[in-house]
């Protein structure tokens, strides 16, 4: 991955300060850069709970007949005081946070702009690149505005929320930016904003501002079909990054060419590849998959699937209480019953053939069962939300030990 600009210095030892906590109010003097000119001048960011504003400076008249004026007065007249002048910041620009985004990367190209990042509002406006003068600047102000952009979209959930029923609730909805696969093996990433929702997990090409644009999402999956997955960190000295990572991650992988990614497979092989700004969202994400899952696994009970073996059309039931079911679709004449714990294995083709490994509790020998489903992942994926779901439900501790990205945030 290439970058823009030196690289800021190695990131300081200790627990990673990332934890988007809201920062309110915040100032300090920045470069406003131009890409296409390369050149960079000075501007003083104001940032508020709602809105951050540019600043840049000017000299205007503080004293004499033309107060207020930003030019000198007319020698001629016989009135005019000699007038004053002073270098004041005045506002040039208001970029409004609720529902706007970060990037800290040049469109169209994978470089990384070092101390450096973008604030796009939801209509478009753009605070232009912003440059810190030290790393660790630019990632207090990073965090910063993440933070208080993450405050005003639980304020839009909240409010979403009271139009929506107790079993359609926004769990976690916010902006990432999706790798795109060319033709030609080149990858892009295009920012995207998710929602997890109820039932379901949407992805959108611009955020839901009305209960009417809930229906125009670009995907919509299921949560107990999908499988969330994060992936490996990438290494770097970068203090943006965080450096001091999880101590017990192995054999780092720099194929996606940017940190904090994750991964939401869905049904018939579909996938999805995401990436986050900061560790802090990463780890929101992760937690908020496992919640919305959660929830809609002790909403909806069980799921059933039409499935085959040796030519009989067969049910196969997932039931939070009771287990594996398997019944002929006709008569509704019970096959086979097991409890979760009863599944000690499985295997698959990969396509459409699944054969599931389970103890009999009476002879303690292993049965197999066979089953052949239309859409094998979905019928994988749910067997791996209920499962979750079901050892979450009796050890509360079990999600977080589980989660790859919270280690990561919390280890020193």
């Known amino acids: 991955m290439s970058t823009e600009g030196p690289p800021p210095p190695a990131a300081p030892r200790g627990r990673p300060g990332c934890l988007l906590v809201p920062a309110r109010t915040k100032t300090a003097v920045a470069l406003l850069y ?21 600043q840049k400076q000017d000299v205007i008249c503080v004293g004499g007949s033309h107060q207020g004026r930003n030019a000198p007065s007319s020698p001629s007249s016989p009135i005019a005081k000699d007038p004053r002048y002073e270098k004041r910041w005045l506002d040039t620009l208001s970029v409004p946070l609720s529902m706007a985004r970060i990037s800290r990367y040049k469109a169209g190209a994978e470089k990384l702009r070092w101390n450096a990042f973008e604030v796009l509002a939801l209509d478009g406006v753009s605070s232009g690149i912003l440059r810190f003068y030290t790393a660790q600047d630019g990632a207090d102000w990073l965090r910063a505005v993440s933070a208080n952009i993450r405050e005003l979209t639980l304020q839009n959930m909240k409010m979403a929320n009271k139009c929506c029923s107790p079993s359609d609730q926004v769990v976690h909805m916010g902006w990432v930016n999706e790798k795109l696969q060319g033709a030609d093996s080149s990858q892009t990433f295009r920012p995207k904003f998710l ?9 959108f090409s611009t955020p839901p501002v009305s209960t009417f644009d809930w229906v125009r999402a670009e995907r919509t999956y299921h949560l107990c079909e999908v499988l969330f997955k994060v992936h490996k960190f990438w290494l770097t000295e970068d203090c943006w990054l965080q450096a001091n990572l999880y101590l017990g991650l192995q054999d780092f992988d720099f194929e996606d060419q940017r940190p904090y990614c994750f991964s939401v497979m869905a049904g018939h092989g579909k996938s999805h590849v995401f990436n986050v700004e900061l560790g802090s969202e990463l780890a929101v ?7 919305a899952t959660f929830m809609e696994v002790q909403r909806t009970g069980s799921r ?36 979760f714990s009863q599944l000690k294995g499985s295997s698959d083709d990969g396509k459409t053939r ?17 089953l052949e489903f239309q859409d094998l992942t979905a019928v994988l994926h749910c067997i791996h939300s209920f499962i979750a779901a079901k050892v979450a439900s009796v050890d509360p501790g079990f999600m977080d030990s589980q989660s790859l990205a919270t280690k990561y945030m919390y280890s020193s």
């Not at 085959?308 to 679709?329: I, K, N, P, R």
Request: hydrophobic share 40%; glycine share 4%.
């Open 354 to 370: 699944v054969k599931l490994l389970f103890q009999n509790l009476d002879t303690k020998q292993i049965e197999t069962k066979e």
């Open 285 to 291: 994400w992760e937690k908020s998959f496992q919640r």
């Open 34 to 54: 131009d890409e296409e000119s390369e050149n960079a001048y000075d501007v003083r960011l104001k940032l508020t709970k709602e809105v951050l504003t540019i």
């Open 195 to 203: 929602a997890l929702k109820g039932p379901s997990f949407y992805v």
């Open 304 to 339: 059933t699937y039409m499935c085959s073996w040796q030519g009989e059309m067969l049910c196969f039931t997932v039931d939070f209480a009771m287990g594996f079911t398997c019944f002929e679709s006709k008569t509704k004449n019970v096959l086979w019953r097991f409890k």
